[in-house]
């Protein structure tokens, strides 16, 4: 086990090539090794080290945003159950059950409703899936488990009609107990995924000039026009023309989760830095069609 603290760079020197050892950390402690002055003490080696690290992690997610080779983000969408299935082994066992409900079963309940709208165990339900596909704010079930009824009933109808006005939706959802404007962009994606897409910390880490993460309706707006104009790029490029905020959301997800998580799935993706080296120096080609 490492022990932080101590002062000599003999001893820091000794911690970090034992983690250069390692495969998976060598090309990351070594850069680090080569900038540090002897006089630094552990703990700050390492607080450098997991600094850099982080920052690595959000360059490879931002290159797959400012990629737009179309063929790279579909690979990377092909990918996406396998992520999910890899997370839930590694460490949220009902992730995948949950995701599935998600992305399949809860649009298909709203569409099937001549009203569209979302129930008050649909909406929990739907935060119990955010939060564990990230961050979990125990809170935040308890809040909006204190809704009744009909006021979820109420909003959501009112809301998912004032589309496609999504600030105006996004307030009026914002009314309910522990509903913010992730939790109703999570609504607004599943009834409408051509037009929003979820405001999850993944997808917004990797979008250029949205870090850090502001959890607001004016952060959401900004992240969503970006959004919505990837779309727009990539389906100028893609026969196909399938792409959506809600769709891109997933890859950059899938992106950032198979990074932080060293997941080996992305791996036949080129992998690591390489994966979308070639979109940072080519214009985006059309696809040819079959």
């Not at 737009?68 to 396998?82: I, L």
């Not at 990230?134 to 935040?140: A, I, Q, S």
Request: proline share 6%; glycine share 4%; hydrophobic share 45%.
């Amino acid at each position: 086990m490492l022990r932080p603290a101590t002062t000599t760079w003999a001893a820091s020197r000794h911690t970090l090539m034992a983690l250069a050892g390692a495969s998976r950390w060598q090309n990351m402690v070594r850069p680090v090794m080569l900038q540090l002055p002897r006089a630094v003490v552990t703990r700050d080696i390492f607080s450098i080290f997991l600094l850099q690290q982080k920052h690595r992690d959000l360059s490879n997610m931002a290159a797959l945003f400012g990629c737009g080779e179309a063929e790279v983000w579909r690979r990377v969408y092909e990918k996406y159950w396998d992520v999910v299935e890899a997370t839930a082994k590694a460490k949220k066992p009902k992730l995948l059950q949950l995701d599935k409900w998600y992305q399949e079963e809860l649009p298909a309940l709203i569409l099937s409703r001549p009203k569209k709208h979302i129930t008050l165990s649909e909406l929990k339900m739907l935060m119990e899936w955010k939060l564990t596909r990230g961050k979990f704010r125990p809170r935040l079930q308890q809040l909006v488990a204190s809704n009744g009824e009909d006021a979820v009933q109420r909003r959501s109808r009112t809301a998912l009609g004032l589309l496609p006005d999504v600030p105006a939706a996004v307030a009026e959802l914002s009314g309910l107990k522990g509903v913010g404007p992730a939790t109703a962009s999570a609504v607004l994606a599943a009834a409408a995924p051509a037009l929003t897409a979820f405001m999850s910390d993944e997808a917004v880490e990797s979008v250029p000039g949205l870090q850090p993460v502001q959890y607001t309706a004016k952060h959401y707006a900004l992240y969503l026009d970006k959004m919505a104009a990837q779309a727009a790029k990539l389906n100028r490029v893609d026969p196909q023309q399938d792409w959506t905020p809600h769709r891109l959301e997933l890859c950059l997800w899938a992106t950032a989760t198979a990074t932080k998580l060293q997941l080996p799935v992305l791996e036949d993706l080129k992998g690591g830095d390489a994966q979308t080296s070639d979109c940072d120096q080519r214009p985006a080609k059309k696809l040819k069609t079959a």
